[in-house]
């Protein structure tokens, strides 16, 4: 008698569930490389928005939904694609080194001094 509540309940859950994640099991976001807001560049909108930490953080999250990194439950930092697509994700592949694999802990650290994100920097200063 409770058999039939209890099989409808459970399919409308499953349904939910399913409309909740987006639909089908297998798609992705697009990575948002041609982003812009307002005719500004993806990163330089997220140096002005936090600075160099924010712009790096970026890189990071571009790479990652595109696929060409991997972050782990540890923390280890590992990169699939190590094409750059940009001078940002040439410094983060760089940082990571030669054995596409690295901690998260110092990696962010060493991101900020490289020489992209200090391009990145100066360059919104002068523009005012």
Not at 85 to 91: G, K, P
């Amino acid at each position: 008698m409770w058999a039939i509540p209890f099989l409808l309940c459970g399919a409308l859950v499953a349904v939910g569930a399913w409309r909740l994640r987006g639909g089908e099991p297998g798609e992705r976001p697009s990575p948002p490389e041609g982003l812009t807001a307002h005719g500004i560049p993806l990163y330089d909108a997220a140096y002005l928005g936090g600075g160099a930490p924010r712009a790096a953080l970026t890189a990071l999250v571009v790479m990652r939904l595109g696929g060409r990194l991997i972050l782990s439950r540890s923390g280890t930092l590992t990169v699939t694609d190590p094409v750059p697509r940009n001078d940002l994700e040439a410094a983060v592949i760089a940082v990571i080194g030669d054995t596409r694999r690295r901690e998260l802990g110092g990696t962010s650290r060493e991101i900020l001094r490289g020489r992209a994100i200090g391009r990145s920097a100066t360059g919104w200063p002068g523009r005012g």
